[in-house]
């Protein structure tokens, strides 16, 4: 069995595929972050990030590609997770009753959308 072709096929492996393209966005939130707050600091600084954003060249190009197809993934295997888990259940449970989870957990989905119109 092709190993790639079974982290699209089950579950864990879709589950799998969203952690990992979940880790490539964060960083590139938090490297876009990192590179527009130099607008705070001298001029310099912002301009020498642009010079090296501009430096990279085909190496950016890279990187978008990476972004968009993961961007890709994570929304392919996140509405196929949860299409597959309202089709398990069978229906809506009888009593909304949230033991452990976590404010985040219950409104990923939510922000995920939020995210997504940035």
Same mark, same amino acid.
């Given at each position: 069995?092709?190993?790639?072709?079974? /982290?699209?096929?089950?579950s864990?492996?879709?589950? !799998?595929?969203?952690? +990992?393209?979940? @880790? *490539?966005? &964060?960083?590139?939130?938090?490297?876009?972050?990192?590179?527009?707050?130099?607008?705070?600091?001298?001029?310099?600084?912002?301009?020498?990030?642009?010079?090296?954003?501009?430096? /990279?060249?085909?190496?950016?190009?890279?990187?978008? !590609?990476?972004?968009? +197809?993961?961007? @890709? *993934?994570? &929304?392919?295997?996140?509405?196929?997770?949860?299409?597959?888990?309202?089709r398990?259940?069978?229906?809506?449970?009888?009593?909304?009753?949230?033991?452990?989870?976590?404010l985040?957990?219950?409104t990923?989905?939510?922000?995920?959308?939020?995210?997504?119109?940035?």
């Amino acid at each position: 069995m092709n190993p790639v072709g079974s /982290l699209f096929r089950s579950s864990i492996g879709r589950k !799998i595929l969203m952690a +990992v393209t979940g @880790v *490539i966005l &964060i960083g590139f939130v938090i490297g876009h972050l990192a590179g527009n707050l130099q607008i705070f600091q001298e001029p310099d600084h912002i301009n020498g990030y642009a010079q090296f954003l501009h430096q /990279l060249g085909t190496l950016l190009w890279v990187a978008r !590609i990476i972004l968009l +197809v993961s961007v @890709v *993934i994570h &929304i392919w295997a996140a509405t196929v997770l949860t299409l597959e888990n309202k089709r398990a259940r069978g229906g809506a449970y009888g009593v909304q009753h949230t033991i452990r989870a976590t404010l985040a957990s219950r409104t990923m989905r939510v922000t995920g959308y939020v995210v997504l119109a940035f």
